[in-house]
């Protein structure tokens, strides 16, 4: 199973459009928390919102987490030792209100675990292997602590190092 989350703050109707033709077309499995989008699937079951206990056990059953590149939801997937593909919101596009996502994605995807894939093409080549994607360990803390230093300067600077 593929869970799907795009947070609670804003909707990503792109993240959900381009998980439901994947789903269309690949014999799996996906549920998605799709906030309040515009966007209603066919393929894929889904939700509006989740409560934590939900949203917890989705990421612990997936064999993958896709997400929007937000911190809260790359720090659930290592917590429970579950790779995770991030996209991020374009602020061009009407998605976020500035581009910090597009900002920190590359930088996000040094880290184990977390792969980028800021298209569609990168989201289906990841997708279309998800066997290949590395588990992260909870014994990994250096780039937990990279993670948390990256969180802390940026906060601190506004701006990638």
């Known amino acids: 199973m593929i869970f799907v989350a795009v947070g609670t703050q804003f909707p990503f109707d792109r993240l959900i459009e381009n998980m439901n033709e994947w789903a269309a077309n690949n014999d799996e499995e996906v549920i998605a928390q799709i906030a309040d989008g515009e966007y209603i699937p066919q393929n894929i079951k889904w939700e ?12 612990k ?17 290592r917590h429970h030792n579950t790779p995770i593909i991030v996209m991020n ?11 910090h996502q597009a900002d920190g994605v590359t ?3 040094k880290l184990s675990g977390v792969y980028a894939a800021p298209t569609q093409a990168e989201l289906y080549t990841l997708l279309c292997d998800t066997s290949a994607l590395q588990v992260v360990s909870n014994n990994d803390t250096d780039n937990l602590d990279k993670l948390t230093n990256f969180l802390s300067g940026y906060i601190e600077t506004g701006r990638i190092d």
Do not use: T
């Not at 919102?49 to 949203?55: N, P, S, V």
């Open 48 to 59: 509006r919102f989740l409560d934590a206990k939900q949203y917890n056990q989705h990421i």
């Open 107 to 109: 930088w996000m995807a």
């Open 61 to 77: 059953d997936a064999s993958v987490f896709v997400s929007h590149a937000g911190m809260g939801n790359i720090i659930s997937a």
């Open 89 to 99: 919101r374009q602020f061009e596009l009407g998605e976020h209100r500035n581009n």
